[in-house]
T-cell receptor, first 113, second 110 residues
């Protein structure tokens, strides 16, 4: 298995632009998580999907952030409009039912200038 | 609430032992441990479910005391490859999503 695949690996964008991050979970995993990592705030959960349904989105910072999971093999995290404070590494992780270890993707390093 | 990890950082010589602690103010269902090397993604080490079990593989093991809502990660005879930041992640009740601690930076020197 290729693991959790995220794209792009790096994204540099200007403030106000729309940013879309993509994630392909491990086949057979039914739980998908989006986390954001910064030095100041550590690893923060943004949103959790189970069987493609959002279960907990309490970590989504504000309306500028949205996430979708149209099918079991694909998820997106969108930021519109982006702001410099959104700069961070965004990780996608998947798991079987969340009761087993998470497999993290390589992350997307987002820089908003 | 975020679990509290201690210590924040530890420096060891190769072959020495280390203990990293993780405590929560909430009743825990599970505790996960991950290691992250600089510029890489966190990598799963082990999971402990409520029941006070202890797990281990090779020279890394962990315990879970659900009454005290604490878990400890034990690294024995540390190797250079053990260097990195160790995170505990906890879940409570029926929730499956993890809340991560702030991490413990472990440095193993030759």
């Amino acid at each position: 298995d290729a693991g959790v695949i995220q794209s792009p690996r790096h994204e540099v964008t200007e403030m106000g632009q729309e940013v879309t991050l993509r994630c392909k979970p491990i086949s057979g995993h039914n739980s998908l998580f989006w986390y954001r990592q910064t030095m100041m705030r550590g690893l923060e959960l943004l949103i959790y999907f189970n069987n493609n349904v959002p279960i907990d989105d309490s970590g989504m910072p504000e309306d500028r952030f949205s996430a979708k999971m149209p099918n079991a093999s694909f998820s997106t995290l969108k930021i519109q409009p982006s702001e410099p404070r959104d700069s961070a590494v965004y990780f996608c992780a998947s798991s079987w039912d969340g009761a087993y270890g998470y497999t993290f993707g390589s992350g997307t390093r987002l820089t908003v200038v | 609430q975020q679990p509290v990890q201690s210590p924040q950082a530890v420096i060891l010589r190769e072959g020495e032992d280390a203990v990293i602690n993780c405590s929560s103010s909430k009743a825990l269902y599970s505790v996960h441990w991950y290691r992250q090397k600089h510029g890489e993604a966190p990598v799963f080490l082990m999971i402990l479910l409520k029941g006070g079990e202890q797990k281990g593989h090779e020279k890394i093991s962990a315990s879970f005391n659900e009454k005290k809502q604490q878990s400890s990660l034990y690294l024995t005879a540390s190797q250079l490859s053990y260097s990195g930041t160790y995170f505990c992640g906890t879940s409570s009740g029926s929730a499956r999503q993890l809340t991560f601690g702030s991490g413990t930076q472990l440095t193993v020197l030759p």
